[in-house]
């Protein structure tokens, strides 16, 4: 069975400090996609990021970082120097290459403390 | 150009009652899928229709259906409402399926239900 497990429920950081949002993630197959989405308030998810099960190479954008270990099915996200926008939830999804169902964690609440 | 949206943006349904929530998805896009997020959780697949046809279910009880239209727009129906059906309903689309669903997934800001 597929699953994907988020274990920090709710994280509370003062403005400016590095935060690490943890992703853990259940498959036997072979091919298939990790996501972050972000969903503010108004409920709307934001796509954040996409990774292939065949490409575990680290990604950086902006402050947004992502490390994809194979070896420990770990998607982690770190917000570098964290802003009060950046509050939300963040879920953790996961996608077979063999239908298009995404399978979600169960999100992490982020608060940055001004 | 405009995003997905979703109508209405709230509601609120009494027990047993019938609910239709509706999907306009992205100029262009010709999959559909629908989401339900209880309050804490995270989205659960519920329907996905390609070209008209139904292509994936989840688990979800037969009180759900939905359908797509020639011009892609989507319905979504639940009847004999539960409590345990007030969550936000979330609708996305893609381009195709696959590879085009991979590279191209984009949700609404979603239907709010209350049950009471």
Redesign the interface.
């Known amino acids: 069975a597929q699953k994907?497990t988020q274990a920090q429920t709710e994280i509370s950081v003062v403005e400016k400090e590095d935060v690490t949002l943890d992703c853990v993630y259940e498959t036997r197959d072979t091919t298939y996609?990790l996501f972050w989405?972000k969903q503010p308030p108004?409920?709307?998810?934001v796509?954040l990021i996409?990774r292939?099960s065949f490409d575990e190479q680290n990604e950086i954008s902006g402050r947004y970082s992502w490390n994809f270990q194979k070896s420990t099915s770990s998607f982690n996200f770190t917000i570098t120097a964290s802003q009060v926008v950046d509050s939300a939830v963040y879920?953790c999804?996961l996608?077979l290459n063999r239908?298009?169902?995404?399978?979600?964690?169960?999100?992490t609440r982020l608060h940055i403390l001004p | 150009d405009a995003g997905v949206t979703q109508s209405p943006t709230h509601l609120i349904k009494t027990r047993g009652q019938h609910v239709t929530l509706r999907c306009s998805p992205i100029s262009g896009h010709k999959s559909v899928s629908w989401y339900q997020q209880v309050l804490g959780q995270g989205p659960q697949f519920i329907f996905q229709y390609y070209e008209k046809e139904e292509r994936g279910r989840g688990n979800f009880p037969d009180r759900f259906s939905a359908r797509q239209f020639p011009n892609y727009s989507s319905e979504l129906n639940v009847n004999a409402l539960l409590l345990g059906d007030s969550a936000l309903y979330l609708c996305a689309s893609s381009r195709g399926i696959g590879t085009d669903f991979n590279y191209g997934y984009t949700f609404g800001s979603g239907t709010r239900l209350t049950v009471v």
Not at chain 1, 42 to 45: N, V
Not at chain 1, 99 to 107: A, E, H, L, P, V
């Open positions: 994907v996609y989405y108004s409920g709307e998810l796509f996409r292939n879920f999804a996608k239908d298009d169902k995404i399978i979600f964690g169960k999100g």
